[in-house]
């Protein structure tokens, strides 16, 4: 028996307890999907209210009715679903509704974003992300997680790209069917790579390099799909469709003051608006809630990856170190220690648009993994022969190199995407310019009021995370794809103002500016410094 592994950490093999995926709503087969396709309708006739918006959703959008249907809606409670499945499609038909509530119609006819959501939509929405443990806006999970149906349920792969369906999107376009459904389908084919994640700890909890190696070769093979499939994206959506027509109704509302939301939104019924009188008016603004918007960064697919290889993210604009061997061997004997979480700020924020089974996942993996520590300590003899192919040494780092590869490459080509489908996009013209209209929530707060509370929005900090609960500081790291602010100041002719205030999250920025992120990140600079940390932990 290979004896890779310290004494000490041997000694306590004896307490060693596997993760099990079904403690964390982990489908062995869908992975982070549910094992059974979305429902279709919810079962008690109680939320027909909902599921009558859902019928014709694009129409209603197109035809600007989802805010008179809304207003027009009964307040109803989730006391009726009566499974996670139920609760699953709850908070992705609210999500679906809510943002079509507050962002209206885009294009020529615009309508104003509105502050307010009303009761009907934000006390149950709230409640529905309660129970399921995540932020109440629109997430990954709402779009392509809990959003598929498999069109031919004999197929040979059901779970194929080309068999699945979504069920509903903000546009209506088959370029942002596809859009969620390269994520849904690349969440199913990784279900072979979280398992292996399981194998492979197991592997190293039995000190069993050929059992690690067959589980990275696992790993490897649910990377390759990944990146085929991200490559796809290409095939059916439209970089100028998704800038232009897509995007911004998934967009949240934090940090989006130049989109009409300086303050957030307010959930109302939920953020007690009875004591508001008009002297308090910023108390009132405290209560406004400030959420990113959705992005496939909130998959845990690639923070679970990340977690097993061992691939640290630091601070946007920080270096980071790779551990080396003597940090390995002390890590292989703490285990039960939890590690901190990835210390890049977005990436842990992201977390908290997760489900929360698939939340603790990511953290209890990352207190039990060790795969990139036995791999380093296996071969940290400086005469292990690169080429041996008969040491299983070389076959495991070999292994472990290419999943480090793969993930690289991954990045590498999500960059190209990101270049494509935001920064080119961003530097062309706007399909039409609109006309300036006063904002939704001049009726409710008295317009010197609003001015100052502008001016006053950089100092004040509504509440934010996870349900709302803690007040958080603006981090200026933060959001890189959910704004586009340019680089240059702002032209001071009105065309350009207008342009800009009502082209909201698609907006054109100037030639010679960089795509940023709120407070300055440069999204292209966070994304190749994730991209460079993947592939420096080669070992
Ligand atoms: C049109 C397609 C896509 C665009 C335009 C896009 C855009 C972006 C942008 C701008 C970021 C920077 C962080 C942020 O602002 O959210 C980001 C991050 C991220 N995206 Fe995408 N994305 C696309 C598709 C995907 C897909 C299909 C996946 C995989 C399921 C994915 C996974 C990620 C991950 C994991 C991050 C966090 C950074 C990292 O771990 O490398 N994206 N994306």
Redesign the pocket.
Known sequence: MPNYLPQKSKRRMSNYVPLRLEDYDISPNNGFLPSEPPLQRLSDPYYEPWEHIMDRFNQYLLAHHIRRLVREMPVLDTSKLTSPAEFQRAFTILSFIAHAFVWGRNGAASEPASEFLPPSVSIPWVSAAEYLQLNPVVCCAAVCHWNWQILDPNAKDPMDIDNLGTLYTFSGSMDESW?YL??TA??AKSARGINAILDAIIGVEEDNPSRVTRALNEIAHSLRD?NN??ER?YER?D?YV?YWKIREFLAGWENMAEAGLPYGVLYEGVDDTDTFSLDNWQSLIRRFRKY?GG???Q?P???AF?IALGIK?YPTGEKGLQSSVDDARNRLQRRGVPEPPTANS??VR?RDYMPGGHRRFLEDLASTCRIREYVLLACSDAFLQAGDEKDDRVVMRQAYNECVGLMKSF?DK?IM??TR??IAQAKNSPPSLVTSVAPVSSHIIPRSAHDQALARSSSTHPPGGRLGGDSLPADPTM????NTTHASQPSSSSSAHIDRKNARLARKVDEGSVVR?TGGTD?IQ??KQ??NETANTKI
Not at 479 to 482: A, L, M, N
């Open positions: 859009f390269v994520t690349m969440e990944a499939l991200l994206m959506c970089p998704f990113a992005s496939a960064a998959t697919l690639l923070q990340d993210h977005y990436l992201m990045r999500h995407i990101v489908y935001i959001y890189p794809q959910t992120g999204a966070f994304l994730v991209r």
